[in-house]
Structures are given as C-alpha cells and as structure tokens.
C-alpha cells in the first residue's frame, strides 16, 4: 500500500473511533427533569430549572389537542406547537410535538426544523408531504400519505405539507428536540426585517427587481 494511502486509513481511522456514539436528539439531562423556569432572566442553552420543590404535574401536561386549529388564513393550515414554550416539562428532554391542521387544498409552506427530525403521523384525511437533499443532489422525495400514514423528515432538511384531498386534514408531528425551531423559507428571504438587499434578492432567484419588491411586500406583511 503507497504510504499515502496508509494516512488516509488512519485518518480514516482516527475520525471513526473519535465519535463512537451518534447522538439522535438533544443531549442528555443529568436529572430526572429540569422544567423550564420561563421567567428567569438567567441566559443558557435552553431553559433554566424551576425549583423542584415546586414542580408540579401540570408542568409535564397540555391539554386541547383534540381542538382543531383554526385554518380560516391565507394558507388554509395551522400549526400547535408542543415544544418547551408551550410545555415547560420537556426542558433537556429532547422530544417534542405538534398537531397540524388543514384545509381542503390547505399547505405547510416549504420550511426546515433546524434543530430536529420530523416524524409526521397522518390521523385524518391525505396529505402530499415531500423534502429535498442537500447539494449538491437536491434531490425531492414525495409521498401522498392517507389515515394512518407515517414519514420522516430528517433533520434541517426543506420539506413541505400539503392537503391534496378534498376534505380538512390533520397530522400529528413529533421532534428529536425539545426546541426543534422553525425556518420558513419565504418568510425568511423576502420577509427578513430590515429586508435582505433586493439586489441580493434579484441575483439568487434570478428575478427582476419588480418582481423581488413584489415578494418583499407580500412577506414582510405576513411576517
Ligand atoms: C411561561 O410558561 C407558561 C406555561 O407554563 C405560560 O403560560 C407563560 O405564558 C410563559 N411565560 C413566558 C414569559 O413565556
Ligand atoms: C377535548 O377533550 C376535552 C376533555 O376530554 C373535552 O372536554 C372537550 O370537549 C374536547 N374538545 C373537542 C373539540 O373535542
Ligand atoms: C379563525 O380565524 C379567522 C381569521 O383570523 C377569524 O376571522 C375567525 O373568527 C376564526 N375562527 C374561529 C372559530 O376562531
């Protein structure tokens, strides 16, 4: 074997026996719980801890997910999050949820969980749901999902929901974060506050710059 193949086999080596484990949500806690103090000033990776003592069960209950979002907006979908701003007990633990709602022709826009992977169980009516790779494949993958239908969304990925049928649908979606976060990408690019130069705007999606102040005007009042 010519010698620098050899470096690269232990190179190879090196980086394989330095991360043996594959970390599939959010760290670990090294407590039973830390229940999000949501009023503490204090600044960390997440949440501060509310005093044990004065936890209680209703920090790890949320109720009402049986309630159909309200679809009545531009895009005909609703999202309720489950994640640690709304239910302080999943602080440090990794996982969250979120019941999405939509309309007959109603659409989650194309958008990435930064910080998780996306389980979606269908649980009424049919929805065409689809993510893209990254480059430089950027390959689409697509499934029309009924009742009863689960797909994953892996991490940081743009996917998309749409209802394809003709009656409301609803999903039921869970997280590998406790805090998956939410970028749309629209929202993000023509919706940015101060907005992103329409020049840059004009280049990256090739567009003329009526057409950028259009989109700029559009998202900056939906955000
Ligand atoms: C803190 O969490 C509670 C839910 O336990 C919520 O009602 C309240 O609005 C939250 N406060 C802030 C400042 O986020
Ligand atoms: C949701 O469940 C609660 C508790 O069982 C019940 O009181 C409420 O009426 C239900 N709401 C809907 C919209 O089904
Ligand atoms: C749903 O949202 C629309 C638009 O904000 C509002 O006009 C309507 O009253 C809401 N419906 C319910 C049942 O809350």
Redesign the pocket.
């Known amino acids: 074997m010519a010698a620098n193949h050899l470096i690269l086999l232990l190179l190879a080596l090196v980086a394989l026996s330095s991360s043996p484990t594959a970390f599939a949500a959010d760290p670990n806690q090294l407590q039973d719980f830390c229940v999000a103090d949501n009023k503490s000033n204090i600044f960390v990776n997440g949440f501060v801890c509310k005093d044990p003592n004065l936890v209680t069960e209703n920090d790890f209950l949320i109720?009402?997910l049986?309630?159909?979002g309200n679809t009545t907006n531009q895009l005909g979908s609703t999202v309720t999050p489950v994640f640690v701003q709304q239910l302080p007990g999943l602080n440090t633990l990794g996982v969250a949820g979120a019941r999405l709602d939509f309309a007959a022709g109603g659409l989650i826009p194309p958008h990435t969980h930064p910080r998780a992977s996306e389980l979606l169980i269908v649980i009424k009516g049919t929805l065409y749901v689809g993510f893209v790779t990254s480059n430089p494949d950027n390959k689409l993958f697509t499934k029309v999902l009924y009742e009863g239908d689960a797909f994953v969304f892996p991490q940081g990925l743009i996917h998309f929901q749409f209802n394809n049928g003709e009656t409301d649908a609803v999903a039921l979606a869970s997280f590998g974060s406790q805090n998956p976060g939410l970028i749309v990408i629209a929202n993000s690019v023509f919706g940015a506050k101060p907005p992103i130069s329409p020049y840059v705007l004009e280049k990256a999606f090739q567009l003329d710059a009526k057409t950028v102040e259009l989109l700029q005007a559009k998202f900056l009042l939906t955000n």
Request: proline residues 0%; hydrophobic residues 0%.
């Open positions: 109720r009402g049986n309630q159909s």
